[in-house]
C-alpha cells in the first residue's frame, strides 16, 4: 500500500474535494478512480447518514452528513481520477472515534468516511510503497497505475499516471510527478 511522505509540491486549482472515499480505511498516496458510472452529479445533495437514510430505521435520524459520490482504490488497467492527499480513517491512534474530535482529524490531515477527501491530480509527490516488479528505477521512467492504488514500473495492463524524478532511497522512497 503506498505512503504519501511530507514532501510535496501541488497546486490547490489541482485538487478535487467532490468525492468521498467508500471505505473506513485508506492511506495517503493511494491512487483512487470513481467507483460509479454516474461519478458526481449536480443533482447529488449532503444527505444524512453514513450510507444509510433516516428512512431505514423508524424514528431515528443521524446527524452526519456524507457526499454521494465515491471513490475507490485504482486497480491495475483502471484509469485513476487521482492521489488521495489524507488518510481515510475512523479511530485515532487509541481506537478513539474522530468523528467525535473533528479537530483531531484536522491535525491528522484524515478524512472520516462519508466525508469528501482531497485527490490531487497534478503535482510532484514523494511516496514510499512503489512496486517494482523488478524493473530497475531510472529516472524520467514513466510510472503506472497498479492494484490497490500503488504506483509501479510495469506497463502491462496499467494506465501512465506521470514519471518517477529519480531512483529509490535507502528508505524506499521515490520522487514521482503526477500527471493526470
Known amino acids: 500500500m503506498p505512503n504519501l511522505l511530507p514532501f510535496r509540491d501541488y497546486d490547490e486549482h489541482d485538487v478535487i474535494n467532490l468525492f468521498a472515499f467508500d471505505g473506513t480505511s485508506v492511506n495517503k498516496g493511494a491512487l483512487v478512480k470513481v467507483k460509479s458510472a454516474n ?10 447518514g453514513n450510507g444509510v437514510s433516516s428512512t431505514d430505521y423508524g424514528n431515528t435520524v443521524s446527524q452526519r452528513y456524507n457526499v454521494q459520490a465515491l471513490l475507490e482504490t485504482a486497480a491495475s488497467g483502471d484509469t485513476p481520477l487521482g492521489m488521495l492527499l489524507y488518510d481515510v480513517r475512523e479511530t485515532d491512534e487509541n481506537g478513539e472515534k474522530l468523528l467525535y474530535n473533528p479537530r483531531k482529524a484536522a491535525e491528522m490531515q484524515v478524512a472520516i468516511s462519508g466525508q469528501a477527501v482531497p485527490v490531487a491530480t497534478k503535482g510532484i509527490f514523494l511516496v514510499d510503497g512503489v512496486d517494482l516488479n523488478q524493473n530497475a528505477l531510472t529516472p524520467g521512467a514513466i510510472a503506472y497505475g497498479h492494484n490497490s492504488g500503488c504506483f509501479s514500473t510495469d506497463p502491462h495492463g496499467t494506465t501512465a499516471v506521470g514519471h518517477f524524478l529519480g531512483g529509490q ?5 521515490v520522487l514521482i510527478k503526477l500527471n493526470l
Open 39 to 48: 461519478g458526481w452529479e449536480s443533482t447529488d445533495e449532503m444527505q444524512l
Open 169 to 173: 532511497d535507502s528508505n524506499g522512497n
